[in-house]
């Protein structure tokens, strides 16, 4: 398959863009900045990064996997599968209505393509993860599964037990990513409950943890989303952790 050039992805984020103001002005609800702050990063994972098919099943045997923890950024996520294939972009304009399969937060139970677990209760989508890569494990398969988690759920205790067990168990084919934007619904991080030093905290737990300092430059994020990719399939980290700041969000 032909890889996309820089410039086209740079017009699929910009159309992932106006997706997600669509969405969420057409309702009055959602919410856009977490969406928007993501946008060149799930491009980059979906256009880019992860091998998989968009003849979706549950299991995704012999594919990447995207597990979305903070699932409020829903809109992101559903423009970019449906420009990636996985249902039809028309769908987008049912965002948020009754009988939708585009809920506020994505639900399993709808059956939407690409969905693979229930969002909305924060700091759980590491742990589930986590299951996701060991089954692979145990299944011989050797694909990666890759998390998002805004920083703010990082004040949930879940993550944190997630983060111990994966070290500890040496789960090495998980990348987790963090949206690093200081921001969450009741203000700032630090005003909330402060994060400190997330490096140093990851890096505690015994995670390897790499930065994009430049949280919307589509080439900043691919670089080190591959650097992260091949440092686990060639030095067998015992797991990758992945920090970006998203400016837009």
Same mark, same amino acid.
């Given at each position: 398959m032909k890889?996309? $050039?820089i410039n086209e992805l740079k017009d699929f984020s910009t159309q992932v863009r106006r997706d997600? /103001?669509?969405?969420?002005s057409a309702v009055n609800s959602g919410h856009p900045g977490g969406s928007l702050g993501c946008t &060149? =990063?799930?491009t980059a994972l979906y256009q880019e990064v992860m091998d998989y098919s968009s003849e979706f099943n549950m299991v995704g045997e012999n594919e990447d996997l995207f597990f979305l923890s903070n699932g409020h950024i829903s809109p /992101? +996520?559903?423009s970019v599968l449906a420009r990636s294939g996985f249902f039809p972009v028309s769908e987008l304009a049912t965002f948020r209505k009754i009988n939708t399969r585009l809920q506020g937060h994505p639900t399993t139970h709808e059956g939407l393509p690409g969905i693979r677990m229930s969002a909305g209760s924060l700091g759980q989508g590491l742990s589930v993860a986590i299951g #996701? #890569?060991?089954a692979k494990k145990l299944n011989g398969d050797k694909h990666l599964v890759y998390t998002l988690h805004g920083d703010g759920e990082l004040q949930e205790g879940q993550v944190w037990e997630a983060a111990m067990y994966a070290a500890g168990k040496k789960v090495d084919? +998980? !990348?987790? $990513? !963090?949206?690093y934007n200081l921001k969450q619904i009741d203000g700032a991080t630090d005003d909330v409950m402060p994060l400190g030093n997330l490096r140093a905290k990851f &890096? #505690? =737990?015994g995670w390897e943890v790499l930065e994009v300092l430049k949280g919307n430059d589509l080439e900043s994020i691919i670089a080190v989303l591959k650097e992260a990719k091949a440092a686990m399939e060639k030095a067998k980290l015992a797991r990758a952790g992945f920090r970006a700041a998203g400016s837009g969000s």
């Open positions: 890889m996309p $050039t997600i /103001v669509r969405m969420v &060149e =990063f799930m /992101v +996520l559903y #996701a #890569a060991n084919n +998980l !990348i987790a $990513t !963090i949206d &890096e #505690a =737990f």
